[in-house]
């Protein structure tokens, strides 16, 4: 089915390993978005990408990293987990650059670093 | 620094009440979206407002965009159990690249 897929759904690890989330978007949306949602700061942004090798920072970007090598992928990566980054990531995408149009959300990866 | 206030948090209501959702802020928005988001899923998007004081319906859900863009309103009529959920509102700012900036959310539980 087309959409917007994250995996894992689930991830368990422990502190300093190395974990990437995957997002898969088949609609060809240019813009991708990473946010992770936490009780008390609502949905907060990581990284974005306005199209393939274009990435920057949002609101909290420290820790992790991502990349964009081909349009429907959008990896992030945390170099050195850490308890803090505890969280639900979800992955978006939008078809338009104005901020006008929604985005599109995948289910999420609920992350827990131990 | 939290752009979007959402009032209230949490809202617990019986089946066939109305109620209403409040987004504000100091800042001005070119668009202002509403989102609702069910456990375990993502949020997923209900309305778009763009215009200062345009109004939407979507069913029994009521969106009013303030006339000067700093903030938004949720109305719901007659509410079900099947609105319960976390509400969502953003802002967004021109072409910023379509970046959004998200209110902590509404919690809201109905009764049957």
């Known amino acids: 089915d087309a959409g917007i897929t994250q995996s894992p759904r689930y991830k368990i690890t422990e502190t300093g390993r190395q974990v990437t989330l995957m997002c898969h978007q088949t609609?060809?949306?240019?813009?991708m978005f990473w946010y992770r949602q936490d009780l008390g700061h609502g949905l907060r942004l990581i990284y974005y990408s306005a199209a393939a090798d274009i990435t920057d920072k949002g609101e909290v970007p420290d820790g992790y990293v991502v990349s964009r090598s081909k349009t429907e992928n959008f990896p992030l990566t945390l170099e050195s987990a850490t308890r803090s980054q505890t969280s639900v990531y979800f992955c978006?995408?939008?078809?338009?650059?104005?901020?006008?149009?929604?985005?599109?959300f995948g289910s999420g990866t609920r992350l827990t670093v131990v | 620094t939290q752009l979007l206030e959402q009032s209230p948090q949490f809202l617990s209501i019986q089946e066939g009440e109305n109620l209403t959702v409040y987004c504000n802020s100091s800042?001005?928005?070119?668009?202002l979206q509403w989102y609702r988001q069910e456990p375990g899923e993502g949020p997923v998007l209900l309305v778009t407002v763009v215009t200062g004081g345009e109004v939407k319906k979507l069913k029994r859900l009521t969106f009013q965009f303030g006339d000067a863009r700093k903030d938004s309103s949720l109305h719901i009529t007659a509410a079900q159990p099947g609105d319960t959920g976390l509400y969502l509102c953003?802002?967004?700012?021109?072409?910023?690249?379509?970046?959004?900036?998200f209110g902590q959310g509404t919690i809201l539980t109905v009764h049957p």
């Open positions: 800042s001005v928005f070119s668009s």
């Open positions: 609609w060809s949306h240019s813009y």
């Open positions: 978006a995408s939008s078809r338009r650059t104005h901020a006008n149009y929604g985005y599109t």
């Open positions: 953003a802002g967004g700012k021109g072409t910023s690249y379509g970046k959004l900036t």
